[in-house]
């Protein structure tokens, strides 16, 4: 698991130098507002996973496989959201590449929209993992400690 973490930090690392260097392209690529949103959305993809599942590996409604198969799950998408990234990259570096405005706005396009729809899975991911301990808690009807852990904000799981 600590592996994993390790690859989410590199992920990002690696989101951020892409945006860096994409300070080199001309303004209007420069400037494209969903560049730095998508980058964002990297972050946010890995906060979701790091404290959602950190919650999670304390979680005793869960089995180490489970939180193992978890784990896989979240690797996988993390996996396609760097692919999203290497396609950016594409973008930003402008000595591999001959494209015109309108081609690299179309990609940069495409990046945001697929990045977004990755954070969108990893939330959904992460929301029906915990509304599974929810379930579980609630058959052995201990949720207090399954709203200390996670909050007691049902509609966000559940």
Same mark, same amino acid.
């Given at each position: 698991? #600590?592996?994993?973490?390790?690859?989410?930090?590199?992920? &990002?690392?690696?989101?951020?130098?892409? &945006? @860096?260097?994409?300070? /080199?392209?001309?303004? #209007?690529?420069?400037? =494209?507002?969903?560049?730095?949103? !998508?980058?964002?959305?990297?972050?946010?993809?890995?906060?979701?996973?790091?404290? %959602?599942?950190?919650?999670?590996?304390?979680?005793?409604?869960?089995?180490?496989?489970? *939180? /193992?198969?978890?784990?896989?799950? &979240?690797?996988? +998408?993390?996996?396609? %959201?760097?692919?999203? *990234?290497?396609? #950016?990259?594409?973008?930003?570096?402008?000595? !591999?590449? /001959?494209?015109?405005?309108?081609?690299?706005? @179309?990609?940069?396009?495409?990046?945001?929209?697929?990045?977004?729809? &990755?954070?969108? +899975?990893?939330?959904?991911?992460?929301?029906?993992?915990?509304?599974? /301990?929810?379930? $579980? =808690? $609630?058959?052995?009807?201990? #949720?207090? $400690?399954?709203?200390? *852990?996670?909050?007691? @904000?049902?509609?966000?799981?559940?």
């Amino acid at each position: 698991m #600590l592996s994993l973490l390790q690859e989410t930090v590199k992920i &990002y690392e690696q989101g951020k130098k892409y &945006y @860096d260097a994409l300070k /080199s392209v001309n303004n #209007l690529v420069k400037d =494209a507002r969903k560049v730095q949103q !998508t980058i964002v959305m990297v972050g946010e993809i890995t906060d979701i996973y790091v404290n %959602s599942f950190q919650k999670m590996m304390h979680d005793e409604n869960f089995t180490v496989d489970e *939180l /193992s198969a978890i784990a896989f799950g &979240y690797t996988k +998408l993390l996996e396609e %959201s760097n692919g999203v *990234l290497t396609e #950016l990259k594409n973008v930003v570096n402008i000595t !591999t590449l /001959s494209m015109t405005d309108k081609e690299r706005m @179309d990609v940069v396009d495409k990046c945001y929209n697929d990045m977004r729809h &990755y954070r969108n +899975l990893v939330s959904y991911y992460t929301n029906k993992n915990i509304s599974v /301990s929810y379930l $579980r =808690a $609630r058959k052995k009807s201990d #949720l207090d $400690r399954v709203f200390g *852990l996670y909050g007691t @904000d049902g509609q966000r799981y559940w």
